[in-house]
């Protein structure tokens, strides 16, 4: 294990590792633009050039690699001196359109600049005129004025897609970047490329002009769009009111070396707006007379009377969306007390998936569908829409699952109109919602806490970062609302009771506690994989 010192401290790091790292861990701040320690090194910003005694010239940190003895200096008057020339270079074709830019606020030329630059400009000529919003697949624009030419993006889509799309074309200070003849930058991961831009030249389409970033706010949390469970940062507007508007501006990918390190799939990134659009507001009655808004209060009495009134003759499509918790406790009510069919409606298994983070299961929770208990079985829904279209149930529960579109839209119609009584529990509206007699708005998981375990069976906590729009609820909650109703008193405050409670009874969770989950949460850079031998028994991903 070499041993250096930087700044006068000294570090002990891993056989290999980088300058700029060994700083790091020492809280030492070098500037870069074109260093990612998921890329490959391409060393040609020169901003994280440092001092190193018995070497002649300054040398980048995100190439040098640590070596016993040495002692590396970072904030010397060469250094600095050169981290304004640097700085200058890279300016002197950059245009001054920050008011405009989408970058401003979180632009390393503005950050570095103010640390690092603050030189009197002894440029009067002109700067070269490169093309400006250029479209470079879908979801990607580029400003090539802005472009410092780091590379980052050229060297994502070679190496983590590696579809190659991006290069440079021209010479000098006329070199930009340009996607290959015949190409766009359409692979699934595009998104990225804008991520990791230092600067203001990669924009998103979807986020261009939308919003200015001092007035986001942003939470932790997962994504919810497949199972492998993608950390996630969520950028939200909360100066106005909801009223139909959008909340959720964007999603970022957020570091976990265990499950997504720096990335995220273009699907789970642009898949957010389910958060503001079409969401369910306020319980509702149907029946073939009217629609009517209720109270919670009455919605939850009259479930409740409906299902008593069908006991043992009802039957709960069960969703892979929902936490453990929420799992859990539609076990405990539904399959235990109330002896209800509970079916695991299909995870979608048979759509596309590849070797970097995508997953043909659409759903984040499946293998904790499984810790409870609910196996997918082929054909299941459609074999209880036949006992229900046959008269043989009374009831049926819906989480979220829109029927109507996923099994033979005919065939559910027709049993939904022969049970007494159908209850929808869900976010959004759909052609189910829209059917059945009874509605309760639920909270998307933004909007609530509780756990959720990806297909490798690692258990991640999410954060409740947005209040529920109008009046949903949380699932838990809801639940726990109907058990009183039916008679049940259960003293949960909040996920963190019902997990623990999990932790006590189903050995998957054992050793576990809330506590410890959200503790790891707080630096997602340790979190490793909970060592459960009980998890052996899920091997096969659906």
């Not at 229900?388 to 699952?401: H, L, R, T």
Request: net charge neutral; hydrophobic share 35%.
């Amino acid at each position: 294990m070499p041993k250096l010192t930087i700044d006068g401290k000294e570090v002990e790091v891993a056989p290999g590792t980088r300058v700029i790292e060994a700083a790091k861990k020492l809280g030492i701040d070098v500037p870069y633009y074109c260093y990612h320690p998921g890329l490959s090194v391409a060393g040609n910003c020169r901003m994280c050039l440092v001092e190193i005694e018995k070497m002649p010239k300054l040398q980048i940190a995100c190439h040098m690699t640590a070596a016993d003895g040495m002692v590396v200096k970072t904030n010397t008057e060469k250094v600095l001196k050169t981290r304004q020339h640097v700085l200058e270079f890279l300016l002197i074709n950059h245009p001054v359109d920050c008011p405009v830019c989408d970058q401003a606020g979180e632009c390393w030329l503005q950050d570095y600049y103010m640390k690092h630059g603050l030189y009197n400009s002894r440029l009067e000529e002109y700067k070269n005129k490169k093309p400006k919003a250029v479209s470079l697949g879908p979801t990607v624009m580029l400003d090539a004025e802005r472009c410092i030419l780091c590379s980052r993006c050229v060297r994502f889509c070679d190496e983590i897609p590696k579809t190659s799309e991006l290069g440079f074309i021209e010479r000098g200070d006329h070199t930009e970047i340009a996607v290959s003849p015949g190409k766009n930058l359409d692979n699934k991961y595009s998104g990225c490329t804008v991520d990791i831009c230092p600067v203001g030249a990669l924009t998103d389409k979807d986020f261009r002009f939308k919003i200015r970033v001092w007035y986001l706010r942003e939470g932790n949390s997962i994504c919810n769009g497949c199972s492998r469970g993608c950390n996630i940062q969520v950028h939200y507007n909360i100066d106005r009111p909801h009223h139909g508007r959008e909340r959720v501006k964007r999603l970022k990918p957020r570091y976990n070396e265990h499950v997504n390190k720096w990335w995220m799939c273009d699907e789970g990134r642009y898949g957010y707006k389910f958060h503001d659009i079409n969401r369910l507001s306020e319980p509702v009655k149907r029946t073939k007379e009217s629609v009517t808004p209720v109270t919670w209060d009455e919605s939850l009495a009259e479930a409740a009377l409906k299902i008593q009134g069908s006991a043992g003759k009802t039957g709960v499509f069960v969703s892979p969306q929902l936490s453990n918790e929420e799992l859990y406790l539609v076990k405990k009510l539904f399959q235990d007390s109330l002896k209800a069919k509970v079916i695991l409606v299909s995870p979608n298994a048979e759509g596309y998936q590849d070797d970097i983070l995508i997953r043909a299961d659409k759903n984040p929770n499946s293998k904790g569908a499984q810790a409870m208990g609910f196996n997918y079985e082929k054909d299941a829904a459609e074999k209880f829409i036949d006992e229900c279209d046959a008269g043989k149930a009374e009831g049926i529960v819906i989480f979220g699952q829109d029927l109507l579109s996923r099994l033979n839209p005919a065939k559910v119609q027709s049993a939904l109109s022969k049970l007494k009584w159908s209850l929808f529990i869900g976010t959004n509206q759909n052609l189910t919602s829209e059917t059945v007699s009874l509605v309760l708005p639920s909270a998307t998981h933004v909007e609530k806490d509780g756990t959720f375990t990806n297909f490798e069976g690692i258990i991640q906590k999410f954060d409740k970062v947005l209040e529920p729009a109008a009046l949903a609820r949380p699932e838990w909650l809801i639940m726990a609302d109907l058990a009183r109703h039916l008679g049940v008193h259960w003293t949960y405050e909040g996920p963190e009771d019902v997990f623990n409670e999990m932790a006590l009874t189903n050995t998957v969770f054992a050793g576990l506690t809330y506590e410890k989950l959200k503790a790891v949460g707080e630096d997602i850079r340790t979190m490793a994989a909970p060592t459960i031998p009980a998890l052996q028994q899920f091997d096969e991903i659906l």
